[in-house]
């Protein structure tokens, strides 16, 4: 009788709670304004893709870096955007994957070290810094670049990592179109006016230069694929067929170069016009033999 007893109450216990989970989630949706609701289902929605497939936080966080600041939350003295919470998120999605596999410690990557140094030569910087709570947010900031860092070493695949580059650039090419509008439209404050016809491009970074810096750290990636697609198609021979292939390849990394480089200029941030430069100029030796051959002899 106690074991039938125990057997019903197993089977009836999870249906009975998914039924009292719908109902609650029905009767929040009729309650609340249809604006809360949507925004709570989708929410809802990424918090379990999340947890299935930690890396999606990592997808969405590319397009939450450029984008985060147009909705933010106080907390305390800190701002919060969407790309702390995304982070928070995958970080615990991490978490509970390594408590279930019962394996807790991060990946044995090459930068982790150094990385690690870092973090804690400014964690000492941290104690004789003249605003504590700027330094802090700072430090956080550094701390959530070393998890990401050991996420993406330990989880993030070949298959994700495709998705992950992707994104990147389907968010920075957003991004820079930002700013090529900003720049034509006279988009802005009056300070970032130039030459009395056009406004500096600054997208959602408040400041041309930050702009700038984000695009450059994106363009040497659309600038090196491209080159590997070139070289790819030159090497292997080709039909008809297989050549639309190469080219509709080389311009899904060929036009978000061309529209970063674009609002880079616009961007009339001279800094980041010399490390483009410099990025474009190591990534071609980097891939020209000849290149490299001439350098190692001159050294």
């Known amino acids: 009788m106690i074991k039938t007893l125990l057997l019903y109450v197993r089977l009836v216990m999870p249906r009975l709670f ?14 609340l304004p ?37 909705r933010q939350w106080s907390l305390g003295p800190l701002n919060v955007d969407l790309s702390e919470v995304l982070v928070l998120l995958l970080l615990s999605a991490w978490l509970a994957q390594m408590v279930a596999a019962r394996r807790i410690c991060l990946p044995n990557a090459p930068l982790l070290l150094p990385m690690l140094l ?7 910087s941290v104690l004789s810094s003249m605003s504590l709570e700027l330094s802090v947010k700072e430090w956080i900031k550094w701390l959530e670049v070393l998890l990401l860092y050991g996420f993406v070493a330990d989880r993030v695949d070949e298959r994700w990592g495709r998705w992950l580059v992707f994104a990147l650039l389907a968010a920075a090419s957003a991004e820079a179109s930002v700013g090529v509008y900003q720049f034509l439209r006279r988009v802005g404050p009056e300070g970032f006016l130039l ?25 040497p990636l659309a600038y ?17 067929k297989s050549a639309w292939l190469w080219v509709v390849l080389f311009g899904l990394f060929v036009a978000p170069l061309g529209i970063m480089v674009l609002a ?18 190591v990534i071609t030796a980097l891939r020209s033999r000849k290149a490299m051959a001439g350098t190692i002899l001159i050294g």
């Not at 604006?35 to 936080?57: C, E, F, N, R, T």
Request: with cysteine; glycine share 10%; hydrophobic share 60%.
């Open 224 to 240: 090196a694929l491209s080159l590997e697609v070139l070289d790819r198609w030159r090497s292997r021979a080709q039909t008809p």
């Open 34 to 70: 249809w604006k809360w609701a949507v925004a709570l289902m989708a929410g809802s929605g990424v918090v379990a893709l999340v947890l299935l497939h930690p890396a999606i936080a990592l997808v969405l966080l590319s397009f939450s870096v450029p984008f985060g600041s147009i």
């Open 118 to 124: 870092f973090l804690t030569s400014i964690s000492l």
């Open 195 to 219: 030459f009395g016809r056009f406004m500096r491009a600054y997208g959602h970074f408040a400041q041309p230069n930050p702009f700038a810096g984000y695009l450059g750290m994106s363009a």
């Open 264 to 281: 880079m200029v616009m961007s009339w941030s001279r800094g980041g016009w010399v490390g483009l430069v410099f990025a474009f100029a």
């Open 18 to 31: 998914l039924a009292c989970v719908i109902v609650c989630i029905g009767l929040t949706l009729a309650l």
